[in-house]
């Protein structure tokens, strides 16, 4: 995901952040009705789950009408043809006196309408069009279909749009049928592959959609407005080399497809599966969304399939998705802008922390939105940085894979990744990960230098937290030559001396941008 920070928006209330663990989804069917004569929307949904603890009732998310009357109306619960007692109250639909022989496939059916708060943004994008695109980020989805909204309930996903006729549907998953009346069109999507409630999402507008290209057997597709359909076609024509770029370093892509969609919603880039959403104005002719487009790529494996178990694990998602386009960056654009993008993120980071001094495994959040800040993504990069830097390039990427190819259409959190790393590299770093994972802060450093003629002296001094880490320095000597040297910072005092046999015109610190640091 790509933040576009609407300030108004930060003052919504997410207070439901527990997931069910009494059920366990096994399937979402969504049949969805929308019109032009008014925003209410009408859901008959399917839902098959597993009851894993009787002794809890069976509930779903599902936002209830609010004063102003808006949110869903529960018509009646079905199972086969027979008619449950359900309540309703507080965003959570509840089946009363529910009693099943078997714990695993129960199948109900829901039937609600009603004008969505949010999740389902029904507006008109910039050029005074409607458009319905859904927006479930980060636990959005309950305000248009019921759902256990946590992203650790993973399931696969099928929608059937009914639509007035002059729309386009696009939706997570691979076309199945599309049927056109005379008045209305009749979309049926289907996603096989298992996603969490974040990323499952349709979009109904007029659209423009062309096939781009071809990866690995997948077909990949843009869909734009067609009033700038040439420059946002243009734009998205870079998404089928950035997908090549990415099943290479990673895997092979799950989905059954990937479409990237101009959409009118909240967020600069949103990386529902296989059906990408960007901001209507970031496509724009110019491709100087081309990083955007790799970061909403990648998630396509981190975030989307291999799945953070909890909120504070955000970084699992947004952090691998930046670094991993900061990698992108460095392999099509050289090392130059590589290293620059790394100081834009450390920047970042340092500036923010001034502002919270959280650690990015972060419990003390009191609004998901909150999450959405430079911990979980730059300083999240950055720790992924470090690490390249303190295991090496191939045990890096290795590890990576290894991760990926074990919590792949599954969850994780920060310690499932850290004993991938440990049995992967068979190294004990614990320390690595406690200290720029779960401790707030960077180092913060006062060094003094002292040149004279071919001998160096350094005093490095961390102020607040000690920080263990290696510090690089160059050396550029009166000849022309440059040396470097790895100095082992554990203590809050280290010195360094070393004479050499030429003279030294000056010193750089960190020079190829390997340490978060401040000095």
């Given amino acids: 995901m790509h933040k576009i920070f609407l300030f108004c928006f930060l003052n919504l209330s997410f207070q439901l952040f527990s997931q069910f663990s009494q059920?366990?989804?096994?399937?979402?069917?969504?049949?969805?009705?929308?019109?032009?004569?008014?925003?209410t929307i009408v859901v008959k949904e399917k839902i098959v789950f597993d009851y894993?603890?009787?002794s809890k009732s069976v509930s779903f998310n599902l936002i209830s009408v609010d004063n102003s009357g808006k949110g869903m109306r529960v018509q009646k619960v079905m199972q086969g043809k027979n008619e449950l007692e359900f309540s309703h109250k507080k965003n959570v639909l509840t089946l009363n006196n529910f009693k099943v022989n078997t714990n695993k496939n129960i199948e109900i059916e829901i039937h609600f309408k009603g004008v969505p708060i949010d999740g389902l943004v029904i507006g008109k994008n910039k050029f005074g069009s409607r458009t319905f695109f859904g927006d479930n980020w980060p636990n959005r989805a309950q305000n248009w279909f019921a759902c256990n909204d946590h992203p650790s309930d993973k399931s696969t996903v099928e929608y059937i749009v009914n639509a007035p006729a002059h729309y386009e549907v696009v939706a997570n998953g691979q076309l199945i049928s599309k049927k056109i009346n005379k008045k209305s069109v009749v979309y049926n999507y289907q996603s096989k592959v298992v996603l969490p409630t974040k990323v499952m999402v349709v979009g109904?507008?007029?659209?423009?959609?062309?096939?781009s290209g071809t990866v690995a057997g997948i077909l990949?597709?843009?869909a734009v407005y067609p009033e700038n359909e040439k420059g946002a076609f243009y734009d998205f024509d870079l998404a089928p080399s950035i997908l090549q770029f990415f099943v290479d370093y990673i895997a092979p892509y799950e989905y059954e497809k990937l479409t990237n969609v101009q959409s009118t919603t909240r967020f600069g880039g949103m990386e529902n599966a296989g059906c990408i959403f960007y901001d209507e104005n970031s496509i724009n002719g110019t491709r100087s969304s081309e990083n955007l487009i790799a970061h909403e790529i990648v998630h396509q494996w981190f975030g989307n399939s291999a799945t953070e178990k909890d909120w504070p694990h955000l970084w699992l998602s947004e952090g691998f998705a930046t670094y991993l386009t900061n990698i992108y960056i460095q392999k099509t654009k050289g090392e130059k802008a590589f290293q620059s993008q790394m100081e834009k993120d450390r920047s970042k980071v340092v500036a923010f922390s001034k502002r919270n001094n959280h650690s990015v495994v972060d419990t003390n959040y009191t609004d998901l939105m909150d999450l959405l800040n430079a911990n979980s993504y730059q300083k999240g990069g950055w720790v992924l940085h470090m690490l390249r830097s303190e295991i090496g390039d191939s045990l890096f990427q290795q590890s990576i894979r290894t991760y990926y190819q074990k919590y792949r259409l599954s969850n994780a959190d920060s310690k499932d990744f850290q004993n991938v790393v440990e049995s992967v590299t068979n190294r004990d770093l614990d320390w690595f990960f406690k200290q720029w994972l779960y401790e707030a802060g960077h180092p913060i450093l006062r060094i003094s230098k002292k040149l004279e003629q071919n001998n160096v002296s350094l005093s490095i001094i961390q102020q607040g937290k000690v920080f263990r880490f290696p510090?690089?320095?160059e050396i550029k000597f009166k000849n022309g030559q440059i040396q470097k040297e790895k100095i082992q910072i554990l203590d809050q005092e280290t010195n360094f001396n070393k004479s050499f046999n030429s003279e030294i015109e000056m010193i750089r610190i960190d020079p190829n941008v390997e340490l978060l640091f401040q000095e």
């Fill in 204 to 211: 109904i507008a007029n659209l423009s959609e062309k096939q």
């Fill in 220 to 222: 990949v597709f843009s």
């Fill in 23 to 39: 059920i366990d989804v096994q399937s979402y069917k969504i049949d969805l009705t929308v019109t032009d004569k008014h925003d």
């Fill in 52 to 54: 894993n603890d009787f």
């Fill in 471 to 473: 510090l690089t320095i």
